[in-house]
């Protein structure tokens, strides 16, 4: 056995591994001493022949460092044993050594996990005291009691909550004082320091004490819990562990039904007299198709989407449904379709302001896609039955009598099936009315490709996107037509 | 009223809202500045009731003087509570206080409906503001919106706060008619909506002003009506779909003082509350559809977990080779979670997986055993049928109660 002696620091442990790694020193052989006073540092460790070869980084998998590193917080009798020990087998090839589930790395990762936990306590369940401004700093003094080395953790943590505040905390580990711009450690704890920290108490608690008391719901009462989540090591610190024993104890006796809080229900209570219509929100009126149930697909969508545009505007351009976008803002042709349309307009010489937009179908329907909900969901567009393109075809119709459009540029083939009544898309096929413009009620009919099929074309859509600008400058043509001969028999 | 006795009664009013997270907000220091607090996106539970819930943030109503007469609510406006009002500088030196002895990471700041919804939106805002301009405080704020409250003051809200909440409070629009009349499902879930596209327009634009960075979420209230558990997964479901919600909060119906007729007087079991997270979470974290964990009207299993009940009602897909199997299928075996399936994986990278190693990983292995196929294990019991085996695997009914 030979003994390794060292200052107890992390990175003055890896110093000393990397040499005795070099000089093949095996971990059965070595018996790991840790010198406080930091003199003698590496007296004991064997030298390898080759000192350049000794600090010669060695390599080792990216995330190991950081993996050691922690789990040499933890406080045990064969800390850096463990450590050495993964390193020689993992250098020796055996990256199982890190795993979780070999023996070694096993307790490696349990380590971690009981260090991580310790720092969460400190976090978590440190109380600051505070001082009388007039005393001078720190204002804020804790103290807590760690099961690990993770005081240079908490004091960060801290560091970046306080902003400007000064502070102290004492913990069994050592003394971190933040001076309002840095922070200073002292380590071991001195016993005055402990005794000033842990003794300190002030009477602003409790605030903080009526709040833990009416916070809690005796109606759910469940120690089991609690206790696995804050042991009881941690109440003596904290203002309100006194109060813990007796609020369960009360809930227990017969509180147990209500959640009320007892402070709260022994007072006198007082409802608030207002007339139920006066307590009515003032909402503008829903029109009727915000509360229509023809069919089902308003239970998944935000609201209906109702037509946008002028009352009297001469061409109207019927889509689909309102798709994702439509739905959360409440207006047709918002979202990516709506910018193919946007641009399609525009190449057609048309504007946006003078055409009434709406959809055959207006609520959103929807099934979701990648995952209810993970980073990638998504709600994809579902296809309408015939059934509720029908029932949504009255919405459509009065639309349409209101705003008496001379021409209509149905946008794929739900729309063509609700102007023309036939319902079922599938019974139609779209090239048959492609570029043939008719009269339907009085009305010219023509038909282009939806936006959203542009969007969605494997090709990149170009064949479809001019057959739809085109559509739309027959649109604008018709109308200037029908208008000049309106005109005409007027004069 | 002195300021305690304001808190009591505000702090009592407020319980019943459960979410008490602090997570998920971007990263955020005050070292060496003027102001106060710090986020770093990991919640903190700085506390914990003896009913074993979280104490992260200071989550009280502003007032629980309401308008409203939704009747599942203790606050409500025809409910004998005692009532009281916070000035928002009130709530202002309180978080503050609270903050600084490290108490809590932030505030959780609802309130009754007074005056109007813009009125009663505007005061949460306006304290949102204090804080983060007045004090330039820097920890955690979830402000909950009020639906019907115009769309520039949930702008502002966003801008101030961490995380939005709009509750849905029911799963279904009729109960909620029935219930609530002063609430309407339409307005609540465009509330959802703004949020969603506010959330949406900040990420964007890299130099846009933020807008609720740790998202939205809602609580849903379980027991107050006859709606089975199918619905209230689907319901959930669409939330997280339509409007990117972080989570969805079940809450048990609690039953109130003077509680009226419409709701039930007997609280329903705590495990089913519990069962109905287990459900959310295979939804939000293993992939699992409402469908698949409950295909027909009914209630979850109380006797065992979802993730348990669907390996038994789905053997066909089972047992599941640990060496060979897909990742996602292997999160699937009941008693393996998603960090152990990610550990095997790295695992069989460098060997076979053994039994052993199961045991290692901490596993509980009585509910794996007859769902995996290990280098040294086969599951004797693999023709065992569901029924038996259910039998074998079902929570004492010494565990089933959670008091």
């Not at chain 1, 006198?268 to 009727?288: D, K, M």
């Not at chain 2, 846009?208 to 209230?232: C, E, K, L, W």
Request: glycine share 8%; net charge positive; aromatic share 8%.
């Amino acid at each position: 056995m030979q003994p390794v002696r060292f200052s107890g620091q992390f990175a003055d442990w890896r110093r000393v591994s990397r040499r005795l790694l070099a000089s093949g020193a095996a971990p059965a052989s070595l018996t790991w001493q840790v010198d406080g006073d930091g003199e003698d540092l590496f007296a004991d460790a064997p030298m390898a022949a080759d000192e350049a070869a000794a600090n010669t980084p060695v390599r080792v998998p990216r995330d190991l460092p950081a993996l050691l590193e922690q789990a040499a917080r933890f406080r045990a009798e064969d800390r850096w044993a463990l450590l050495y020990r993964i390193l020689w087998r993992v250098c020796g090839g055996d990256r199982t050594a890190m795993l979780a589930g070999d023996p070694d790395g096993g307790e490696l990762h349990r380590r971690i996990k009981a260090v991580r936990r310790e720092a969460h306590h400190l976090h978590a369940f440190l109380r600051f005291r505070e001082r009388d401004a007039a005393l001078g700093a720190p204002q804020f003094v804790a103290w807590h009691d760690t099961a690990h080395d993770v005081l240079d953790l908490g004091a960060e943590h801290f560091a970046k909550r306080m902003g400007r505040h000064t502070w102290l905390v004492a913990t069994p580990e050592g003394v971190a004082r933040f001076d309002g711009q840095r922070l200073h450690y002292q380590r071991p704890c001195p016993a005055d320091i402990r005794a000033f920290a842990e003794g300190l108490r002030d009477d602003g608690e409790a605030l903080w004490q009526a709040y833990y008391t009416s916070t809690f719901n005796p109606a759910r009462l469940n120690p089991k819990v609690m206790l696995n989540h804050m042991p009881a090591r941690f109440w003596k610190h904290l203002p309100e562990g006194p109060l813990i024993p007796d609020l369960m104890s009360r809930a227990r006796a017969g509180q147990q039904r209500l959640a009320q809080t007892a402070a709260v229900g022994e007072q006198p209570g007082r409802q608030v007299l207002i007339a139920r219509e006066r307590a009515q929100p003032q909402r503008q009126l829903p029109s009727s198709l915000d509360t229509c149930r023809n069919c089902d697909i308003w239970r998944d969508a935000t609201q209906a989407v109702p037509g946008q545009g002028p009352a009297q505007a001469s061409i109207m351009l019927v889509g689909e449904q309102p798709g994702d976008h439509e739905d959360l803002a409440g207006r047709p042709f918002i979202g990516p379709a709506g910018e193919v349309l946007a641009r399609a307009l525009a190449a057609a010489g048309l504007s946006r302001d003078a055409l009434y937009l709406t959809n055959a179908v207006k609520h959103f329907k929807w099934e979701p896609r990648g995952g209810p909900t993970g980073r990638s969901a998504t709600r994809k567009h579902a296809t309408p039955k015939p059934a509720e393109i029908r029932a949504c075809h009255g919405w459509l119709d009065k639309e349409v009598r209101e705003v008496n459009p001379r021409v209509i540029v149905a946008l794929g083939r739900t729309a063509l099936a609700s102007l023309l009544e036939v319902h079922d898309p599938q019974r139609l096929r779209l090239a048959d009315f492609t570029g043939r413009p008719f009269r339907h009620l009085g009305r010219w009919i023509l038909v282009g490709p939806h936006p959203a099929a542009i969007l969605r074309a494997q090709d990149g859509g170009a064949a479809l996107y001019d057959t739809l600008v085109q559509a739309l400058a027959e649109a604008a043509r018709l109308q200037q037509e029908t208008e000049d001969s309106a005109a005409a028999l007027d004069g | 009223m002195q300021l305690i006795d304001k808190l009591t009664v505000l702090a009592d009013a407020a319980k019943y809202d459960v979410s008490c997270a602090s997570s998920g907000a971007p990263k955020r220091s005050s070292k060496g500045k003027a102001g106060l607090g710090a986020t770093d996106g990991m919640g903190i539970c700085h506390s914990f009731t003896p009913d074993g819930r979280c104490v992260a943030l200071l989550k009280i109503l502003l007032t629980n003087f309401c308008l409203y007469d939704c009747q599942y609510c203790v606050n409500r406006r025809s409910s004998d509570v005692p009532r009281a009002r916070f000035t928002p500088e009130e709530v202002v030196r309180l978080t503050l206080d609270f903050y600084r002895r490290n108490c809590i990471s932030g505030l959780f700041l609802s309130s009754g409906i007074i005056r109007s919804a813009d009125y009663t939106m505007e005061q949460l805002v306006e304290v949102a503001r204090l804080l983060r301009e007045e004090h330039e405080f820097r920890g955690y704020i979830h402000l909950k919106t009020i639906p019907d409250a115009a769309p520039e003051l949930i702008a502002a809200a966003g801008r101030y706060a961490d995380r939005l909440s709009v509750n849905i409070e029911l799963p279904s629009e009729s109960s909620l008619v029935r219930l609530a009349p002063e609430k309407n499902v339409g307005t609540i879930k465009q509330a959802m909506g703004a949020i969603r596209l506010g959330e949406e327009e900040a990420q964007a634009e890299r130099r846009a002003p933020s807008f609720a960075p740790a998202g939205q979420s809602t609580q849903m209230i379980v027991g107050a009506d006859a709606t089975d558990d199918r619905t209230i997964l689907h319901t959930a479901q669409t939330l997280y779909g339509a409007y990117r919600l972080k989570r969805v909060y079940y809450s048990a119906f609690s039953p109130i003082p003077q509680s009226p007729a419409s709701v039930p007087f007997e609280a329903p079991p705590l495990l089913r509350e519990h069962r109905l997270y287990q459900a959310d979470f295979l939804l939000r974290g293993y992939g699992f559809s409402a469908n698949e964990l409950l295909g027909e009207p009914g209630n979850l299993s109380l006797d065992i977990d979802p993730k348990l009940a669907w390996a038994l009602a789905n053997r066909a897909q089972f047992p599941v080779d640990l060496n060979r199997a897909e990742p996602r299928l292997i999160a699937r075996v009941p008693g393996i979670g998603v960090l152990t399936a990610k550990r095997l994986v790295e695992l069989r990278r460098q060997r076979r997986i053994r039994y052993a190693d199961l045991i290692r990983l901490r596993c509980s292995m009585d509910k794996l055993k007859p769902f995996i196929v290990a280098h040294d294990y086969r599951p004797a019991a693999a023709g065992a049928d569901s029924t038996a085996l259910r039998r074998a695997l079902r929570e004492t009914p010494a565990q089933m109660a959670l008091w």
